[in-house]
């Protein structure tokens, strides 16, 4: 089975428009000279347009196709001299770095979903220079979600919670919120059917295939009847004292 590759309908894999990646880099202050290291960066667009801004850059993801697609969009935007990207476990990198980004991937650093969020927050603590900052793209609850909504959902009602709790959490682990913006409605459609695409493009060449049909049933299931408008995705600028 072959699916065509989500970068080539999306920007991101997340929820999230050019627009609003530009406000968030703009949001890290100067890159200008900065290390930016970016865990579970995908293809790494949002690396790469930090690296485009000044700063050098390192992404870690355990996907190879991804990080091919990544490193090949850094030679034609001539800023593979400045950035590397490697295939590998995210969770076990170790290095410094003057801004680190997580951004929809809290779960590279392992353990059950309900300690995500705070491992993300610890890795930048050990992995953040004094003034570093931390760009933490997260889940919370946009509405409590209903019984018959997390009933078909792969997702605990504990995993998140609200902004405000995920701020909170933040600040309790030594961080200052300089930025918070949310993903739009508009930001999840075209995200949910960019990957509904894939299967809808899929399934016209290939109306037999069972596989994929329940696996693109699942998905719409998930999102008409589970998360559209329930859950949010957050994005928060962090900083650390020098
Ligand atoms: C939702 S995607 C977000 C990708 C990227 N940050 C972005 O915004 O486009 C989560 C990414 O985490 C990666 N990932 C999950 N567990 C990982 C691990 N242990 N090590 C490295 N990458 C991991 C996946 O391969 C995937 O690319």
Redesign the pocket.
Known sequence: MTLTPLHDDLL???P?SSYRADLLLRSLGPLDGQHVV?????????LLRAVAAGATGHG????AE?IAHGRKVAVDRGLADRVTLDV?????WTGSADVL?????S????GEPLTHTVNALEAGRRILRPGGRLLL?EGFWEREPTAAQLAVMPIEREQYGSVADLVDLALAHGYQLQWLSQASQDDWDEFESAHALGYVRHLQAHPDDTEVRARADRQRTWRLHGWRGVLGMVYLTLVLPL
């Open positions: 991101f894999n997340g999230l970016d865990l579970g960066c995908g293809w790494a667009d949002l870690v993801d355990q996907d991804a590998g476990d995210a969770g076990a980004i997580v951004n929809g991937a779960q590279v650093f392992g793209g």
